[in-house]
């Protein structure tokens, strides 16, 4: 077994802006993340559901937060990624607009397009056109820390999604359950950096399809965004019960592609889901370079889905280092966004 401080290493010689140092602060995130949002002053309100629109790592914050509150959710909480949130919204929902940057183009136009809703927003990001146009609108902002990659701020969407929801009404509040996850996650950071150098180990040279449900479904997606942005390489997520009626005939005559098949559960999956996993596992596993299993730890879901997070990251950064590819630059994303800005003139 690879001990912490070789497993560190063999990130940080690649890794040359901290990104390892951004995703083993997680626990202070989110104990940052709920400061924050207290220091905003929200008051509580009335709405029929929650909007939360963004892209990439401020989405897939508001996918997590669903995922833990899960049966406790009394409202709708959707996630909106792209420039129009449905036209048959009403105008009784809240938005919560989140960018890091501020200045992203789809969630600047859900924020305009919110306002002609005539609904309740609220803004989470460090700056930029929505906060500007936040302040001048008397929209209330959650203010991000900069300095940080988007994607390594999960912990502070993730929890500006919870404690917008509870403030509306949609469920209870979850601080207590974020205070005690980043104390435990906190405490289990070494164990977390060798689990990862082992799951990575398992999957070095393959191609990750990672396979999640229930509170697990956002957790795949968010391995899969990690890995394809930190290790520069593809991966691709997938939905049980779903996957079980098309993606595993796929499997039953597989290709020369190395992939790995990864399996995310938790104890409080339906039965028949559990035993679904265990069996696609045997089905794929002819195919697969690698079958890796991981069940999720922790007394609460918060705890649970935070701590799979958190270590699908830091596998996200191991694979990196298995590459020899510094995890931060996202090269192609910048010069997409050059290209897009050619073409407004």
């Not at 409202?75 to 792209?82: I, Q, W």
């Not at 699908?312 to 191991?318: A, K």
Request: hydrophobic share 45%.
């Amino acid at each position: 077994m690879s001990s912490t401080a070789e497993a560190l290493e063999r990130i940080r010689a690649v890794d040359s802006a901290g990104q390892l140092d951004d995703v083993l602060a997680l626990p202070d995130h989110l104990a940052d993340a709920l400061w924050r949002v207290e220091s905003a002053r929200l008051e509580r309100f009335e709405c029929s559901g929650i909007v939360v629109c963004g892209m990439g790592g401020s989405a897939i914050g508001a996918d997590l937060a669903k995922a833990a509150v899960g049966d406790r959710l009394t409202r709708p909480l959707l996630t909106v990624r792209g420039y129009d949130p449905p036209s048959s919204l009403p105008a009784d929902h809240a938005f919560l607009c989140s960018s890091y940057s501020g200045n992203t183009e789809e969630t600047l136009a859900c924020y305009a397009a919110a306002e002609a809703l005539g609904a309740r927003r609220f803004a989470a990001t460090t700056g930029g056109e929505l906060a500007d146009a936040a302040r001048r609108d008397g929209v209330p902002v959650i203010g991000i820390p900069s300095g940080l990659q988007p994607r390594a701020a999960v912990g502070y969407m993730f929890t500006a999604a919870v404690e917008i929801a509870a403030l509306g009404g949609a469920c209870d509040g979850l601080h207590t359950e974020i205070d005690t996850a980043a104390a435990r996650l906190a405490e289990n950071r070494d164990a977390l950096v060798r689990r990862s150098a082992e799951v990575a180990g398992q999957l070095e040279g393959t191609i990750p399809v990672v396979f999640g449900a229930e509170l697990t479904a956002p957790v795949a997606v968010r391995w899969k965004t990690q890995i394809n942005e930190n290790a520069k390489a593809p991966a691709y997520a997938q939905e049980l019960p779903e996957a079980d009626h098309n993606e595993i005939v796929a499997w039953s005559k597989a290709g020369p592609a190395p992939l790995s098949a990864v399996f995310l559960t938790d104890c409080d999956q339906h039965p028949r889901l559990r035993a679904r996993f265990a069996v696609t596992a045997d089905l794929m596993a002819p195919a697969a370079s690698a079958v890796v299993s991981i069940e999720t730890e922790g007394a609460t879901p918060t705890e649970r889905l935070l701590r799979a997070v958190m270590l699908g990251d830091l596998v996200s950064l191991q694979l990196a280092a298995q590459r020899g590819v510094d995890p931060t630059p996202v090269d192609v994303i910048t010069a997409l966004k050059s290209e897009l800005a050619k073409l407004d003139g």
